[in-house]
């Protein structure tokens, strides 16, 4: 096991409000454990709650590479792993040819393009690895993730095993637009991400957006709350509660009122139909105490 | 560190958890086990919290997991922490409010009642279960050994699969992209020269079919039917999805899995409360889009609806709903067993409002419509 800079879930939860991160208790526990045990975390929540910013801020604070993977349709191993560089290889043979010897060595390690999951074998504990929205690509790179995370080795036939001395960090995302196997489950530390309390949410515009006054950050803290829990098809994360507040500071509004709302709302709404619910109904969101401030 | 008694009763919670049918095995169990021994002291917070990472991996999970642990650990402060969890999967389980019904359908359906009843004993009279009859006989007039036969016909109804091109790449023969990792490698063989040439192309692959059935009375017979459908559909090798509706929505994929479609649509009839609530197709709808829009189970789908249109809800919602629906699914098919009859017009508001966001539109009433159903699919 690799030394951590913390020895308590408590000290944990410190360090990452530290790098302006405040999760709550279930998600600083999942963490800790996951870095304890050296097991995957496997994030699953609505887009905009934080999931790829959990890896982004403990590499920060482990002082760590990150090392991110997207996942994409059709992703697949020269993608994700190692690729050879063959127009590099084509150049040796025609330069060998020209000099008259045999091309050798064309599987050197010169030739050798590193993606992101070689590089977290090579990097070890020294690396966060994201693997980010992992739901969009297919079965069949989810069955092949299973093997690499299984072992933390990579073995290149021409060059030989390169495996981890001990493992990184992983942290896997997806958004859930499918399900993710099983088997591939078993093997992660799991966590669904919420949104975050009222309470928690103002802090944490207040500690990412820290020139927005706490009135105006609880105000639209609250509008935000009270949005997620209207008809809209996309519901607004912590990210667009963030974005909304900035707009909102920017413009100079001391306090959400209907006219502010209404010339920010696409800071937090990016449907159009979405949109104009809420501008139909925004008396609801706006509520009166907040406009008269 | 826990003493060896310990172990035991947390290896006993995770028993609890699978008495109570979450899959937790032993691997999970043992990686529960680890996480308390790092988290010690363990209070009851971060117990829970261990056992949250550990033992479950589907937020669906999480209420069946709170229940279990209150009941082998005892209840007590915890609740309060839990109950924000499910706020996104109630929401589309909001008990609807009763509406009554505005349609002008009343009319077509009585007649096609009658127009059946007579066929039915016309075709008594002349054979007793012909398969050629049987084909053309409406569902919801067949007696239990007709619909077992049907059930059987359906089963084994030939369905074109939908595909799709798929981003992944797959070796070829077709000339469409050259594959220069795979010619270089065989061209090491012949001192660099690229004597054998390969190719990739894009691989196809197959479209989910989502079926979305009407089980309020009047539609059961052919939602069953439809059932049958779904397993014809799983054996050609189609990914299926099925969610039934009244006045709100359930997922029935997991009852696919008993492969006897009878038993399957008891098990729904027994999850589904609302058989006399009448319908509410755009609330449903509205449902089925909010949780699962973002599925890949749902994009660019073959989305098979089926009901009579009889709605009980507001038109509008369900005409900028089944909108929704048309510009997330491949094709939207709406089966409409009351089209079986050549009276039928779709003039009840809820159809009427439907109907410029539908593909195609087909009866679906009888074995032979079903068959007509099967070839639409894969176009």
């Known amino acids: 096991m690799t030394a951590l800079p913390f020895s308590t879930v408590e000290e944990l939860a410190a360090g990452l409000r530290q790098h302006l991160y405040l999760p709550d208790r279930g998600l600083t526990t999942s963490i800790y454990l996951a870095l304890s045990l050296d097991k995957p975390l496997l994030l699953e929540g609505e887009a905009g709650v934080g999931k790829t910013e959990v890896a982004k801020v403990l590499a920060e604070m482990l002082g760590r590479n990150l090392i991110r993977l ?35 060595d ?10 992101p999951l070689l590089a977290a074998c090579r990097a070890g504990s020294g690396a966060v690895l994201l693997i980010d929205e992992l739901d969009r690509a297919d079965d069949e790179f989810e069955a092949f993730l299973l093997e690499v995370l299984a ?30 196997h099983d088997a591939l489950k078993r093997r992660c530390l799991y966590h669904w991400i919420d949104h975050p309390s009222l309470e928690r949410e103002v802090e944490i515009v207040r500690v990412r957006a820290p020139h927005v006054a706490e009135p105006l950050a609880r105000e639209v803290a609250q509008a935000v709350a009270r949005l997620r829990n209207m008809e809209v098809a996309k519901r607004p994360g912590v990210a667009e509660t963030i974005d909304w507040s900035n707009s909102l500071a920017f413009l100079g509004a001391p306090h959400l009122d209907n006219e502010a709302a209404e010339a920010t709302l696409g800071a937090v709404i990016k449907d159009h139909e979405d949109f104009e619910y809420v501008r139909r109904h925004i008396d609801d969101v706006v509520e009166d105490d907040a406009g008269r401030g | 560190m826990p003493a060896g008694d310990d172990y035991a009763h947390l290896v006993g919670f995770g028993r609890e958890l699978r008495a109570r049918g979450l899959p937790v095995g032993t691997g999970r169990i043992l990686n529960f086990c680890s996480a308390t021994r790092v988290l010690a002291p363990v209070d009851r917070r971060s117990l829970y919290w261990a056992g949250r990472a550990t033992l479950i991996s589907r937020p669906e999970d999480a209420e069946l997991f709170d229940n279990a642990f209150g009941a082998y650990f005892g209840r007590s402060e915890l609740d309060e922490t839990m109950s924000s969890l499910f706020d996104w999967l109630d929401r589309t389980h909001r008990p609807a409010d009763e509406t009554t019904i505005e349609g002008t359908d009343a009319g077509a359906v009585a007649g096609f009642a009658e127009a059946d009843e007579a066929a039915g004993d016309a075709n008594i009279r002349m054979v007793a279960s012909g398969t050629e009859m049987l084909r053309d006989k409406s569902f919801d007039t067949l007696t239990e050994e007709e619909r077992n036969h049907a059930a059987l016909l359906i089963r084994h109804l030939k369905l074109s699969v939908p595909l799709r091109t798929a981003r992944r790449l797959r070796p070829s023969v077709k000339a469409r992209r050259f594959d220069l990792p795979r010619t270089l490698r065989s061209s090491l063989r012949t001192q660099g020269e690229p004597f054998r040439r390969a190719y990739r192309d894009r691989r196809r692959k197959v479209r989910p079919l989502v079926l979305v059935l009407d089980v309020s009375g009047s539609m059961s017979a052919y939602s069953r039917a439809l059932m049958q459908f779904a397993f014809a559909a799983i054996s050609a090798g189609q990914k299926v999805e099925v969610f039934c509706f009244g006045t709100h929505l359930t997922r029935v994929t997991r009852a696919l899995s008993t492969r006897d479609p009878d038993a399957a649509l008891q098990e729904v009839a027994a999850t589904v409360q609302d058989w006399d609530g009448g319908t509410r197709i755009g609330e449903s709808l509205r449902g089925l889009l909010d949780e699962y829009g973002q599925h890949v189970a749902l994009r660019r789908a073959v989305v098979v609806l089926c009901s009579d249109g009889l709605d009980r809800g507001d038109p509008d919602v369900l005409a900028a709903q089944m909108a929704r629906l048309g510009r997330l699914a491949w094709r939207v098919i709406w089966v409409n067993p009351l089209k079986g009859s050549p009276l039928y017009q779709p003039l009840a508001r809820g159809m009427a409002a439907a109907l410029p966001h539908i593909d195609v539109f087909l009866p679906g009433h009888n074995v032979a419509s079903l068959e007509a159903l099967g070839k639409v699919l894969g176009q």
């Open chain 1, 106 to 115: 064309l599987f050197g390690p010169q030739f050798l393009v590193e993606r």
């Open chain 1, 151 to 180: 072992e933390f080795a990579v073995t290149i036939p021409e060059i030989g095993r390169i495996a981890a001395p001990a493992p990184p960090a992983v942290i896997i995302t997806s958004n859930r637009t499918r399900d993710l």
């Open chain 1, 70 to 104: 997207q996942c994409y349709e059709g992703i697949d191993a020269s993608q994700a792993l190692y690729e050879w560089d063959y127009s590099r290889q084509l150049l040796a043979i025609r330069a060998s040819d020209a000099a008259g010897a045999a091309a050798t």
